[in-house]
């Protein structure tokens, strides 16, 4: 049981991104799921979560508007579309099994870096 991250990179003030999460070893179908970061020398935030049948999605209001989370149940992933990125945005991004921060199961994250 396991998720593994990718997509993170630079990205420029105003540019998209798109991170992805592979799951495996159970099926995301059953389970809502959630996006969070980290950036140096702070606390793990919340970004956003997705419920398990992908009706309803809630938000850090600092990325509303601009982060879209999606699942695809069928190939087992999990998606954050990033727009209009912000410099503050710039941390390490994890993929979470469960709404909220505080499940067991967490990807070892991917890296987004804004450049200046």
């Known amino acids: 049981v396991q998720l593994v991250e990718s997509g993170g990179g630079l990205v420029q003030p105003g540019g998209s991104l798109r991170l992805s999460c592979a799951a495996s070893g159970f099926r995301l179908r059953d389970y809502g799921m959630t996006w969070a970061r980290q950036a140096p020398g702070k606390e793990l935030e919340w970004v956003g979560s997705?419920?398990?049948?992908?009706?309803?999605?809630d938000y850090l209001s600092s990325v509303k508007g601009r982060f879209t989370i999606t699942k695809d149940d069928a190939e087992n992933m999990l998606y954050l579309q990033m727009n209009n990125v912000r410099p503050e945005d710039a941390a390490v991004y994890y993929c979470?099994?469960?709404w909220g921060t505080g499940s067991e199961l967490r990807g070892e994250g991917t890296q987004v870096t804004v450049l200046a």
């Open positions: 997705i419920d398990w049948m992908s009706v309803r999605a």
């Open positions: 979470i099994r469960g």
